[in-house]
Antibody, heavy 120, light 108 residues
Framework: EVQLVESGGGLVQPGGSLRLSCAAS????????MNWVRQAPGKGLEWVSY????????YYADSVKGRFTISRDNAKNFVYLQMNSLRAEDTAVYYC?????????????WGQGTMVTVSS | EIVLTQSPGTLSLSPGERATLSCRAS???????LAWYQQKPGQAPRLLIY???SRATGIPDRFSGSGSGTDFTLTISRLEPEDFAMYYC?????????FGQGTKLEIK
């Protein structure tokens, strides 16, 4: 079964850091791009970051550029989101989502999400 | 950045009726890299349509997508009770991969 499981969310103070993890299983991990998407409480979806299967191409939303870093470990089938200098507006459910191929692709598999709350 | 505008914001229909949801892009979407997702409360989004008109695996044929360039449509031919949810369009042709603000499909 193709599955994505996120972890690492929690409560963090403004200016703090958090590292999210996404464990992938049931597919050939290196053959697919991966993404992070977030959803603030009661709001719509916001794409956050993309990484290609080979780690060669990375994109970020302007709202997180310079603060968040996406990475992947193709040996362990994990994708990560390192979040620094967190702000209240980063509070959201963070979803890991698989691209439907390497390169540009729709997001065909989603994890259940992990909640990040930035508050003092 | 490509801005996607969905309309209407809320659509009130009855089971068995036809639903037409619109997604308009601020500039042409590259190679029809346009997707539609369904999201129910407390759940992750689910891919319905990719490439503007291709149904994802396991999606019933009452869901169809059409359009190109800047104008795209999701049509649900005969609404089932489980279809009432939020719907989002997304372009993945150029970074940033933007989503529309969503259309809420509610029971009339």
């Amino acid at each position: 079964e193709v599955q994505l499981v996120e972890s690492g969310g929690g409560l963090v103070q403004p200016g703090g850091s958090l590292r999210l993890s996404c464990a992938a299983s049931g597919f050939t991990f290196t053959s697919y791009s991966m993404n992070w998407v977030r959803q603030a409480p009661g709001k719509g979806l916001e794409w956050v970051s993309y990484i290609s299967g080979s780690n060669s191409t990375i994109y970020y939303a302007d709202s997180v550029k310079g603060r968040f870093t996406i990475s992947r470990d193709n040996a362990k089938n994990f994708v990560y989101l390192q979040m620094n200098s967190l702000r209240a507006e980063d509070t959201a459910v963070y979803y890991c989502a698989k691209g439907d191929h390497d390169g540009r692709g729709a997001f065909d598999i989603w994890g259940q999400g992990t909640m990040v709350t930035v508050s003092s | 950045e490509i801005v996607l505008t969905q309309s209407p914001g809320t659509l009130s229909l009855s089971p068995g009726e036809r639903a037409t949801l619109s997604c308009r892009a601020s500039q042409s979407v590259r190679t029809s890299y346009l997707a539609w997702y369904q999201q129910k409360p407390g759940q992750a989004p689910r891919l319905l349509i990719y490439g503007a008109s291709s149904r994802a695996t396991g999606i019933p044929d009452r869901f169809s997508g059409s359009g190109s360039g800047t104008d795209f449509t999701l049509t649900i031919s005969r609404l089932e009770p489980e279809d009432f949810a939020m719907y989002y369009c997304q372009q993945y042709g150029s970074s940033p991969y933007t989503f529309g603000q969503g259309t809420k499909l509610e029971i009339k």
